[in-house]
């Protein structure tokens, strides 16, 4: 089992949609969450780190269910710019590297 | 405040040939980390440095290594290169408890 594991995607869809990204990690001593949005041929860019409360920014919302090892990020009112790859990162402690999931890719039509 | 910067941007290299790869952190940042994404496949975690040593390696082969300088930056050798190493090369730094990382624009290598 990969260490983590997102949706496969593509996602495909209108203008104004609401649509949510999967995220399962397998190391139960994960202690860091966090959501990069990565361009076509451009670098990873940090989303926004996950709290075990929740987080929201905008129209950007991440969740955390410890007990089931499960990272979700919303994303309300979809703009063409939202269009991209969505990483899920995932790191045990200081003291090792960090873990990317494959990505899931969004494509938000008009 | 300016971002972690790679050099070069594209490299053509052949079979056989070896590749320098550099990356200057973010200021105040001392931890770099090094990557692979391939076309159309997920970053692979190649090398972790801070504070001059390396902390933890991904599963690559040992001719991929690297260093990082009293300055902070750092430098990514691939020796005896092949035809699958072609990918970008993305480099990434930290600051002190390195909770979280942001990325340069990568290094584009081309093996041929």
């Known amino acids: 089992r990969k260490e983590v594991e997102q949706d496969p995607g593509p996602f495909n869809v209108p203008e104004g949609a609401t649509v949510a990204f999967n995220c399962t990690y397998s190391n139960s001593a994960s202690q860091s969450f966090f959501w990069y949005r990565q361009d076509c041929r451009k670098e990873p860019k940090l989303l926004m780190s996950v709290y075990s409360s929740g987080n929201e920014d905008g129209r950007f919302t991440a969740q955390l269910n410890r007990a089931s090892q499960y990272i979700s990020l919303l994303i309300r009112d979809s703009k063409l710019s939202d269009s991209a790859t969505y990483l899920c990162?995932?790191?045990?402690?200081?003291?090792?590297?960090?873990?990317f999931g494959p990505g899931t890719r969004l494509s938000v039509l008009p | 405040e300016a971002g972690v910067t790679q050099s070069p941007t594209h490299l053509i290299k052949t079979r056989g040939q070896q590749a320098t790869l550099r990356c200057s952190p973010i200021s105040g940042h001392t931890s770099v980390y090094w990557y692979q994404q391939a076309l159309g496949l997920g970053l692979q975690f190649l090398l972790w440095?801070?504070?001059?040593?390396?902390?933890n390696r991904g599963n690559f082969p040992p001719r991929f290594s690297g260093r990082q300088f009293p300055n902070y930056s750092s430098e990514l050798n691939v020796n005896a290169l092949e035809l699958e190493d072609s990918a970008l090369y993305l480099c990434?730094?930290?600051?002190?408890?390195?909770?979280?990382?942001?990325f340069g624009p990568g290094t584009r290598l081309l093996v041929l």
């Open positions: 440095y801070d504070e001059g040593e390396e902390r």
């Open positions: 990162v995932v790191r045990e402690n200081y003291g090792q590297n960090f873990v």
């Open positions: 990434a730094s930290g600051g002190p408890g390195g909770e979280t990382q942001y």
